[in-house]
């Protein structure tokens, strides 16, 4: 199954459309797709298609609509990180890449009192993103923020459960005993550093909880995938 993110389209079952240029150029050029061959397109919101191609050109291929499904894989909850990037940009593409093929609604990278990098590149991330997208066959595109404010994301947030994951022992709770199934939540991710005690305070203040991923220490974005997927176990 070849799946092709089209955000600009509005796919209704029946119609013909084209992909894009740089679509068109891998579908016909690298994956040797003709005509006939059927391929599934998402805009990212939900909309999940099936598609015959009908003109195998590589510069606009064009195909028909035969099947689409909307609300495509949607979860009755929704999952926020936030995290501090971290200095090798490398290690933040690769949790990007990581947490869209593991099912993600919204990613935040903000900076802390502690933080290695102040900023971070969205158009590359969100190129990231759509290949993942693609790969794992998801229709919807996570909301992506790169230059968070600490303070207001945490004075702000209304999620169900609203998580900071703190290094020091004290009063912390692991997502398995407190989280439950179907919840909302956002989990504060800091830096190698780890947060300030400011910073603690204020979330505390905010109706966070502080949490504990473990005995061991983990990087920054390891961190940030073991409490994604602790999340998703939940609600398996």
């Not at 891998?26 to 998402?42: G, M, N, P």
């Not at 490398?90 to 900023?119: L, P, Q, Y």
């Amino acid at each position: 199954m070849h799946l092709f993110y089209t955000p600009d389209l509005e796919l209704e079952e029946g119609e013909f459309y084209s992909l894009d240029k740089e679509e068109s150029s891998h579908c016909v050029k690298v994956l040797r797709l003709k005509e006939k061959d059927t391929i599934c397109l998402t805009n990212g919101k939900g909309r999940f298609v099936f598609a015959e191609i009908t003109d195998a050109m590589p510069k606009a291929c064009s195909f028909v609509v035969t099947k689409m499904q909307d609300d495509y894989g949607k979860r009755d909850f929704q999952i926020h990180l936030a995290v501090a990037p971290t200095k090798n940009m490398n290690r933040i593409e690769w949790f990007v890449e990581k947490a869209v093929e593991m099912g993600i609604d919204k990613i935040s990278f903000f900076v802390s009192e502690h933080s290695e990098r102040t900023n971070v590149k969205r158009e590359r991330l969100e190129k990231i993103m759509v290949a993942a997208l693609k790969q794992s066959l998801k229709a919807y595109m996570p909301e992506l923020e790169v230059e968070t404010n600490l303070n207001q994301l945490i004075e702000s947030s209304k999620e169900t459960k609203r998580y900071i994951a703190y290094c020091k022992p004290e009063g912390r709770t692991s997502i398995k005993a407190d989280y439950n199934a179907k919840e909302d939540v956002l989990i504060l991710i800091g830096p190698e550093g780890d947060f300030s005690e400011k910073e603690v305070e204020l979330a505390l203040a905010n109706g966070f909880k502080t949490i504990t991923l473990g005995e061991s220490r983990l990087r920054t974005e390891t961190a940030a995938l073991f409490a994604l997927q602790s999340i998703h176990f939940v609600n398996m």
